[in-house]
T-cell receptor, first 112, second 116 residues
Framework: GENVEQHPSTLSVQEGDSAVIKCTYS??????FPWYKQELGKRPQLIID?????GEKKDQRIAVTLNKTAKHFSLHITETQPEDSAVYFC???????????FGTGTKLQVIP | EAGVTQSPTHLIKTRGQQATLRCSPI?????VYWYQQALGLGLQFLLW???????NRGNFPPRFSGRQFPNYSSELNVNALELEDSALYLC???????????????FGDGTRLSIL
């Protein structure tokens, strides 16, 4: 199978709190996992990615963790700010890297 | 460095017509991907071109087709347009072989296709 499941579909947090979005994938050969942020009316933008040779990667307030055994990876945003409000998509390659499957997206709302 | 550029920004067609969407990748990128994003929904993979060849296509009917030119720009053609084809069509580019080498995709602003 080539499914990528993403949860939750919507997430509301208070400004300053943390947000966690989780994705699970089915293709065990996948080894590259990016996260994209899409603000309303704008293009998806790559915010962080991780390869399977590491378990965690951080970039300021954003971090991604990967559990290859369980086939899931998560996006962590700390000290959330209103400008973090957007739709976030995870993605994973599948089908021998011949295809990209995106998660269904998580709409994050940061309440000031 | 210029990003991925798409044209036109908006395109209005009627049922049964044909639409052509264009994409210019980032300089140095040889892979071009096309996605359909219906309103409020996720990204559905359409086509992947690399070095002028179609590498893979998603679960879309044959009336969705495209090509990649020697300068790596690409066209997406949609024939016999249907109402449900109304969506934002996003193009992305990456370095050679895309995901195989863990290369991220960079997106354009998209073409909003509306079918009346």
């Amino acid at each position: 199978g080539e499914n990528v499941e993403q949860h939750p579909s919507t997430l509301s947090v208070q400004e300053g709190d943390s947000a966690v979005i989780k994705c699970t994938y089915s293709d065990s050969a996948s080894n590259y996992f990016p996260w994209y942020k899409q603000e309303l009316g704008k293009r998806p933008q790559l915010i962080i990615d991780i390869r399977s040779n590491v378990g965690e990667k951080k970039d300021q307030r954003i971090a991604v963790t990967l559990n290859k055994t369980a086939k899931h990876f998560s996006l962590h945003i700390t000290e959330t700010q209103p400008e973090d409000s957007a739709v976030y998509f995870c993605a994973a390659p599948s089908g021998g890297y011949q295809k990209v499957t995106f998660g269904t997206g998580t709409k994050l709302q940061v309440i000031p | 460095e210029a990003g991925v550029t798409q044209s036109p920004t908006h395109l209005i067609k009627t049922r049964g017509q044909q639409a052509t969407l264009r994409c210019s990748p980032i300089s140095g990128h040889t892979s071009v991907y096309w996605y359909q994003q219906a309103l409020g929904l996720g990204l559905q993979f359409l086509l992947w071109y690399d070095e002028g060849e179609e590498r893979n296509r998603g679960n879309f009917p044959p009336r969705f087709s495209g090509r990649q030119f020697p300068n790596y720009s690409s066209e997406l053609n949609v024939n016999a347009l249907e109402l449900e084809d109304s969506a934002l069509y996003l193009c992305a580019s990456s370095l050679a072989l895309g995901w195989t080498g863990g290369q991220p995709q960079h997106f354009g602003d998209g073409t909003r296709l509306s079918i009346l």
